[in-house]
């Protein structure tokens, strides 16, 4: 994905369209569900330009920033983002993508609490 990242292709939502939960019932009241082509567009803009949530993108392609957390959380916890992150890292091993035997971790950022 050289240059500006500006949303996934058809393709690309083929791919993985099958791995999200079915699309909620239209609710009564309240703001329309926001497709989740537009919410994994925002959190892949988020996750590959490195941007605080504030400056998450606005447009018709787009999440709001609320909604992209919400559904993140939300991912996390059933097992969702899981499933997600297993089938892009299966497609890339399978075309040779991925060199196994070399790896780096930069750990100068992490949350975690010092070992005391």
């Known amino acids: 994905m050289a240059g500006r990242f500006e949303g996934i ?3 690309e939502w083929r791919l993985f369209e099958d791995l999200f939960p079915k699309e909620p019932e239209k609710r009564e009241r309240g703001m329309p569900h926001a497709p989740f082509r ?6 892949l803009y988020i996750l590959i330009t490195g941007c605080r949530w ?6 018709k392609i787009w999440a709001s920033k609320s909604t992209a957390h ?12 899981a499933n997600l992150q ?3 890292l299966g497609i890339a ?12 971790v930069d750990g100068s ?6 070992w005391r």
Not at 70 to 81: A, F, N, Q, V
Not at 93 to 104: C, F, K, P, T, V
Not at 109 to 114: A, D, E, L, N, T
């Open 9 to 11: 292709s058809n393709l």
């Open 38 to 43: 537009y919410v994994l567009n925002t959190l």
């Open 54 to 59: 504030c400056d998450a993108p606005k447009g």
């Open 70 to 81: 919400r559904w993140l959380k939300r991912w996390e916890s059933d097992g969702t983002l």
């Open 86 to 88: 297993a089938r892009i």
């Open 93 to 104: 091993q399978e075309r040779g993508l991925i060199n196994w035997s070399y790896g780096a």
């Open 109 to 114: 950022f992490s949350p975690w609490q010092r």
